[in-house]
């Protein structure tokens, strides 16, 4: 049997839906090679969008590429493709974060497709980050039970905070935010990502637009970033927002730069899982932005070793579709 090759196309359609992907301040710190010879994909860190102030380590940018090959890994699945992953492929090539050799269609007598990762695909585009109040509408534990297999399935563990550690990650979340207000080299590289447009057009491809805000909260700190403290938007409202949030941390045994990808590949395997059953989804990094406040953030009496992520999840309005770079930018192909 002829195997099928993986045209110049098909290869753009698969990193369309990678880019769907979430990433910090909406940054899209990727950049993908289609090496047309080999079939392989290639995943890039682009270091011109790398954030040296709160993200000096790239561990974020490391979340967001893993949460776009996982992404890749959807929309290789449901067009019954095959995705073989290598993560860190070549020490020589530090930007180099993984590679997905695509090997035709599958064989599903011999090797089963995910199918549940296959079903994902639907909510790609439906997953958007939400900055609105949720409501008290408790989340049932088995939609809960879903997400925390979700993240084993990728190799990390989710953890649903409760009793004293939510106070202490909330307590958490106003000290980043009070640490965000006093370092204006901080507050200048937020302000990169929501600055309007610079282009004639007046159209931006990345950072989050003032649309995707969300409304102040009326009493105190929220637990979702203000983006909006240093771009005042006119007519933004105010809000109440959850007293107690229900929030997941996200995790994995050690911290290396492989386990950085892997939590980010769980983190949008859970973001799908949740959007495909009806919840709002938003991420709470704040915390995790600042070393001294990170390790404080996992609970000491759970198996987590370190927190990579804080999920917000609920129930309430989706978030706006946020601008992404159009594919021509992000993908190179080679022969």
Not at 4 to 16: E, F, I, K, Q, T
Not at 23 to 39: C, E, G, L, T
Not at 105 to 126: F, I, K, T
Not at 263 to 268: K, R, S
Request: net charge negative.
């Amino acid at each position: 049997m002829t195997t099928a090759r993986l045209d110049p196309d098909s290869a753009a359609r698969l990193v369309g839906d990678a880019v769907t992907a979430p990433s910090m301040h909406n940054a899209q710190p990727w950049k993908f090679v289609f090496r047309a010879a080999d079939d392989v994909i290639e995943l890039y860190g682009d270091a011109e969008r790398a954030m040296p102030r709160t993200d000096p380590q790239h561990r974020a940018l490391h979340l967001g590429c893993g949460a776009a090959l996982f992404n890749l890994r959807v929309s290789a699945t449901r067009h019954g493709l095959r995705a073989r992953v290598r993560l860190l492929p070549d020490p020589s090539q530090p930007w180099l974060l993984a590679t997905a050799a695509i090997g035709g269609p599958r064989d599903d007598d011999h090797e089963p497709a995910d199918h549940e990762q296959a079903d994902l695909h639907a909510a790609l585009r439906r997953r958007h980050t939400s900055r609105f109040p949720f409501s008290d509408e408790p989340v049932p534990e088995a939609l809960l039970d879903g997400l925390r297999s979700a993240a084993r399935w990728e190799g990390c563990r989710l953890t649903v905070v409760g009793g004293w550690h939510l106070e202490t990650v909330l307590g958490l979340v106003r000290d980043a935010e009070h640490r965000e207000d006093v370092d204006p080299l901080v507050r200048a590289e937020t302000s990169v990502w929501t600055s309007p447009a610079n282009a004639a057009s007046g159209v931006r491809r990345d950072g989050v637009p003032a649309d995707a805000f969300g409304p102040r909260s009326s009493r105190g700190t929220s637990p979702v970033r203000d983006f909006g403290r240093d771009a005042p938007v006119a007519d933004r409202g105010r809000a109440v927002f959850e007293e107690r949030p229900l929030l997941a941390l996200l995790g994995t045994p050690t911290d290396t730069r492989a386990d950085w990808l892997r939590a980010g590949q769980a983190l949008e395997r859970v973001l799908l899982r949740a959007t495909a059953d009806g919840l709002a989804t938003s991420m709470t990094s704040q915390p995790l932005e600042w070393p001294e406040l990170r390790w404080t953030a996992r609970d000491p009496l759970d198996a987590m070793g370190h927190v990579q992520m804080v999920l917000r999840l609920g129930y309430g309005p989706p978030g706006p579709e946020t601008p992404r770079r159009p594919v021509a930018d992000v993908l190179e192909i080679r022969g």
